[in-house]
Nanobody, 116 residues
Framework: EVQLVESGGGLVQPGGSLTLSCVAS????????MTWVRQAPGEGLEWVSD????????TYGDSVKGRFTISRDNAKITLYLQMNSLKPDDTAVYFC?????????WGQGTQVTVSS
């Protein structure tokens, strides 16, 4: 059974930082690209970032480029999202996702609130 468990969210002031984690199980984590997406209150899903499985190459949405860094530790079967210079617009539930055998899998999400 594929499981993705996010953690690390919380309340942070504008300009602050947080690091999200996503622990994966039920599939060969190192062989799959991984994705972070987010959903702000009352909004649809927004793609945040991807990381490749083969060479670790990364891509970012324009709204987070230069502020967020995605990474992975295959030995720890964990995906990370380092978030710096956080803005109120970054307030959302953040989900990690994997596409395994043609199906998308999601974690339960972790809430990030950026507010003074």
């Amino acid at each position: 059974e594929v499981q993705l468990v996010e953690s690390g969210g919380g309340l942070v002031q504008p300009g602050g930082s947080l690091t999200l984690s996503c622990v994966a199980s039920g599939f060969t984590f190192s062989s799959y690209a991984m994705t972070w997406v987010r959903q702000a209150p009352g909004e649809g899903l927004e793609w945040v970032s991807d990381i490749n499985s083969s060479d670790g190459s990364t891509t970012y949405g324009d709204s987070v480029k230069g502020r967020f860094t995605i990474s992975r530790d295959n030995a720890k079967i964990t995906l990370y999202l380092q978030m710096n210079s956080l803005k109120p617009d970054d307030t959302a539930v953040y989900f990690c996702s994997a596409n395994f055998r043609g199906s998308d899998y999601w974690g339960q999400g972790t809430q990030v609130t950026v507010s003074s």
